[in-house]
């Protein structure tokens, strides 16, 4: 499985981005995509997760009611739009994925990790 996560940069406060993660190699029948964030000097926190079959979702607290996960299957990537963006979303963000289909918070739960992007917000 690859993982390849795409789409940071730099915006102010109030703005919007939107995070792409390509995938190749899902074979599983079921699986969870994740994404994950790591600020400076923090542990890596669960973000938003969408379950296949279907897109069922979840979200952090943080981020629900700002952040939306979604699908596109004929290009095997998934999504993170981010609106509504704060400063204490600046994080290095990472797409994750795991067999069977549930959702699964810890980073432990994922073994299979696509490279960071990193996000920054400026007051």
């Known amino acids: 499985v690859q993982l390849q996560a795409s789409g940071g940069g730099s915006v102010q406060a109030g703005g919007s981005l939107r995070l792409s993660c390509a995938s190749s190699?899902?074979?599983?029948?079921?699986?969870?995509m994740g994404w994950f964030r790591q600020a400076p000097g923090k542990e890596r926190e669960f973000v938003a997760a969408?379950?296949?079959?279907?897109?069922?979702?979840a979200y952090a607290d943080s981020v629900k009611g700002r952040f939306t996960m979604s699908r596109d299957n004929a290009k095997n990537t998934v999504y993170l739009q981010m609106n509504s963006l704060k400063p204490e979303d600046t994080a290095v963000y990472y797409c994750?994925?795991?067999?069977?289909?549930?959702?699964?918070?810890?980073?432990?739960?994922?073994?299979?990790w696509g490279q960071g992007t990193q996000v920054t917000v400026s007051s």
């Open positions: 969408i379950l296949w079959p279907g897109d069922n979702t």
């Open positions: 994750a994925s795991r067999a069977f289909r549930a959702f699964f918070r810890r980073e432990n739960d994922y073994p299979y």
């Open positions: 190699g899902l074979t599983f029948g079921a699986y969870t």
